[in-house]
Every structure is written in structure tokens, then in C-alpha cells.
């Protein structure tokens, strides 16, 4: 199986920050990409941010020039820096990871628990 742990969330006030993490572990042979999604209630479920590879990037457009992703490629792990956070940032922010399994060279996807983050004054 493969876990991914968040961490990160919380409660911040609009313009404020936070940081994102997510580590993949596991049987893990290589994680090919990492994203981050979101869900606030009564939405679907929305892609934020998602890279490939060791660089190559996408982001919501809603958040383009506020959020950064990177990743640390040797442990699996990956960041969500947020800037100028908005109330309608406010949601459950789920890791996802796409990785190849040592068995196989089928790659799945797989979600951490989610983690919430709430702007608000």
C-alpha cells in the first residue's frame, strides 16, 4: 500500500500564508507526480496545483501567481506554498500521488486523508 501524510493545514487570516506537505511511502518504486486538490462544501472536487516530473508544472487558474508547488524528489514529498490566501481558499485540500509500484510498471493514484485550510478574519 501506499500512505500519504499532510500536514500543514489550519486556520489563517485573508492575505496570510501557509505551507503545505505531503509525503508518499509505501510500495513505492517511483512517484511520477504529485498534486494537490481541493473540495470545499457543496463543490466538486477541483485540481490546485500538479507537477511532474521534477519541474514541469500546472496550476487552477484561480490561484496562479498566489500558490507554488515544488517537490523533494528524493523523499517523495511534496509542497503547496500559499500566498494572499482568500476566503474562497477555504476547503479540504487533498494530496495525490501517482505512483509506479516495484511489481508492476502500472502506475495508480492515490489520496491522502485531506487537510483543512480556512481563511477567515
Known amino acids: 500500500q501506499v500512505q500519504l501524510v499532510e500536514s500543514g493545514g489550519g486556520l489563517v487570516q485573508p492575505g496570510g500564508s501557509l505551507r503545505l506537505s505531503c509525503a508518499a511511502s509505501?510500495?513505492?518504486?517511483?512517484?511520477?507526480?504529485m498534486g494537490w486538490y481541493r473540495q470545499a462544501p457543496g463543490k466538486q472536487r477541483e485540481l490546485v496545483a500538479r507537477?511532474?516530473?521534477?519541474?514541469?508544472?500546472n496550476y487552477l487558474n484561480s490561484v496562479k501567481g498566489r500558490f507554488t508547488i515544488s517537490r523533494d524528489n528524493a523523499n517523495n514529498t511534496v509542497f503547496l506554498h500559499m500566498n494572499s490566501l482568500k476566503p474562497e481558499d477555504t476547503a479540504v485540500y487533498y494530496c495525490?500521488?501517482?505512483?509506479?509500484?516495484?511489481?508492476?510498471?502500472?502506475?495508480?493514484?492515490?489520496w491522502g486523508q485531506g487537510t483543512q485550510v480556512t481563511v477567515s478574519s
Open positions: 507537477i511532474f516530473g521534477g519541474s514541469t508544472t
Open positions: 495525490t500521488a501517482n505512483v509506479r509500484h516495484r511489481e508492476t510498471a502500472a502506475s495508480y493514484d492515490y
Open positions: 509505501g510500495n513505492i518504486f517511483s512517484v511520477r507526480a
